[in-house]
């Protein structure tokens, strides 16, 4: 919890940054989704998959993934 709130002070973003995110995700639907499709339609991509989850499960999955750290692993 420190570290997310040391993050949110650091990063500039408003206290209710979170929770308006939380909102505008609960509030999307499909419509509003498929209108943002063309963004990613260009070409440049046969395809592409995206997935968030904990490292382990994704490595478990032995898709050949290229894997991004977006959070630290707290073994600093």
Known sequence: MARRQDM???????????DDIRRQE???????VRTLA???SDGSC???ICVFGPREAIE???VDFEITEL?????E
Do not use: C, K, Y
């Open 26 to 32: 609960l509030a999307a639907t499909p419509e509003a």
């Open 60 to 62: 478990a999955s032995n």
């Open 46 to 48: 046969s395809q592409g």
């Open 38 to 40: 063309g963004a990613l």
């Open 8 to 18: 949110l002070a650091f990063s500039g973003r408003p206290a209710d940054w979170r």
């Open 71 to 75: 959070i630290g692993r707290g073994e």
